[in-house]
T-cell receptor, first 114, second 113 residues
Framework: AQSVSQHNHHVILSEAASLELGCNYSYGGTVNLFWYVQYPGQHLQLLLKYFSGDPLVKGIKGFEAEFIKSKFSFNLRKPSVQWSDTAEYFCAVGSGGGADGLTFGKGTHLIIQP | KAGVTQTPRYLIKTRGQQVTLSCSPISGHRSVSWYQQTPGQGLQFLFEYFSETQRNKGNFPGRFSGRQFSNSRSEMNVSTLELGDSALYLC????????????FGPGTRLTVT
């Protein structure tokens, strides 16, 4: 079974700081990659996704992620965070044509201090 | 376009009882997936339904079951509830399953006492 690791469980940053959240997965075949965000009191929302093509994908709210196949990684980045980015961020991986659903990481709780 | 809706939003049940949760996908979406979210295990895939058929199933006991109706609405059922079943149950819909992007509902918070 595949697994997804998010190495940072809690991250605290000041506004305007740059952000990078790590995500590594274990599956060696073709994968589809996602980052979801859960703002306080809200449901999971898709930030961005990678299916194929350009490994640098841009999502909503200024977020981007880079797929590095050789490192089995899909790290999330934002050059300058805002207080409103405070949320839980989940990396998810799909493989095998959907046979196992999406596998999620444990999440990273991001707190932005004003 | 209305989002994914789940009912009820909160539920308290006693050990040994059974529970049914409901999910209405986004109009036009034919795939519905269910996930369990707990602080310890995170988000775990339960099963996926497409055109009234269960296509995929996660590693959960047979007490967890589901179904999908012809209008794509889905229900999941948990029988003989255990304390460990307390969790947020999330439903996600997508156009046709596989890895089309999934849109999540607000979840049903189940507490088992």
């Amino acid at each position: 079974a595949q697994s997804v690791s998010q190495h940072n469980h809690h991250v605290i940053l000041s506004e305007a700081a740059s952000l990078e959240l790590g995500c590594n997965y274990s599956y060696g075949g073709t994968v589809n990659l996602f980052w979801y965000v859960q703002y306080p009191g809200q449901h999971l929302q898709l930030l961005l996704k990678y299916f194929s093509g350009d490994p640098l994908v841009k999502g909503i709210k200024g977020f981007e992620a880079e797929f590095i196949k050789s490192k089995f990684s899909f790290n999330l980045r934002k050059p300058s965070v805002q207080w409103s980015d405070t949320a839980e961020y989940f990396c998810a991986v799909g493989s095998g044509g959907g046979a196992d659903g999406l596998t999620f990481g444990k999440g990273t709780h991001l707190i932005i201090q004003p | 376009k209305a989002g994914v809706t789940q009912t009820p939003r909160y539920l308290i049940k006693t050990r040994g009882q059974q529970v049914t949760l409901s999910c209405s996908p986004i109009s036009g979406h034919r795939s519905v997936s269910w996930y369990q979210q707990t602080p310890g295990q995170g988000l775990q895939f339960l099963f996926e339904y497409f055109s009234e058929t269960q296509r995929n199933k996660g590693n959960f006991p047979g007490r967890f079951s589901g179904r999908q109706f012809s209008n794509s609405r889905s229900e999941m059922n948990v029988s003989t509830l255990e304390l460990g079943d307390s969790a947020l149950y999330l439903c996600a819909s997508s156009l046709s399953g596989g890895f089309y992007e999934q849109y999540f509902g607000p979840g049903t918070r189940l507490t088992v006492t």
